[in-house]
């Protein structure tokens, strides 16, 4: 089983704290070689030379905020094609522990992968890449201990859990980070928007083009806003 991880606006406190993870199954080998062969196609682009966002997309790949039209419009199609669930927590900042933000982060990657571990208990293993950032080594390296722990406060007893592998990628290392990336900007944007319901705002159609690939969409201060078992729509 293999998880691809990230945090989104970090740094930014105008922007919901969201942690999120895309579980991928058996073919995640076959989408991350579908993902890198769109990248190729996309790069022989010619008529987006010398556009910087086109430059650093050749570059680094994929990434929801900088890619322009031409690159996020095939890449949101791709992703309409493939299977992938996708779990996050967020939150105001106003209902988690920590002082610091880096504190927060730890404390909500923690609680994600303890219950993602605690989902898939009958695994032997998952296998976690987590999309490399400032600040990141120091809390992955206290992530295994972290999860366990917060797995025992969740049940409430000494739980069998997979092993966690976490391992810290570049994009191009490991392109199939995207997908988390590009989920979590289309919650955003729906969550700024004050949680719209309104066909003709951008900013929920885009999130209901999403939806159907949440499997937990949960709130620290408000609970869980959606999910597989019980969708907004």
């Not at 996708?86 to 920590?98: E, Q």
């Not at 620290?220 to 999910?227: D, L, Q, T, V, Y």
Request: hydrophobic residues 40%.
């Amino acid at each position: 089983m293999k998880l691809f991880m990230d945090e989104s606006g970090n740094g930014n406190t105008s922007q919901p704290l969201i942690v999120g993870a895309v579980e991928l199954g058996e073919d995640a080998d076959d989408i991350e070689e579908r993902i890198r062969d769109l990248q190729k196609n996309l790069c022989a682009r010619r008529s987006l030379a010398g556009l910087p966002s086109f430059e650093e997309f050749r570059k680094n790949g994929f990434h929801s905020s900088t890619d322009p039209l031409e690159v996020s419009g095939p890449f949101l199609e791709l992703m309409r094609t493939i299977f992938f669930r996708a779990y996050m927590v967020v939150t105001d900042r106003t209902n988690v522990p920590g002082d610091a933000e880096f504190e927060q982060i730890e404390f909500m990657y923690a609680k994600l992968l303890s219950d993602l571990s605690l989902r898939h208990r009958h695994e032997p293993e998952l296998l976690c890449y987590i999309e490399q950032s400032e600040g990141m080594a120091s809390i992955i390296r206290r992530l295994p201990h972290s999860v366990v722990r917060q797995a025992c406060r969740t049940t409430g007893k000494v739980a069998p859990l997979p092993q966690l592998n976490i391992t810290m990628v570049a994009k191009h290392d490991y392109m199939s980070t995207a997908i988390i990336d590009y989920v979590m900007a289309a919650v955003s944007r729906w969550l700024q928007a004050g949680c719209t319901t309104n066909p003709k705002d951008w900013p929920y159609r885009a999130f209901r083009a999403i939806e159907p690939s949440i499997s937990l969409l949960y709130s620290f201060e408000h609970g869980r806003i959606s999910s597989r078992k019980d969708p907004l729509h």
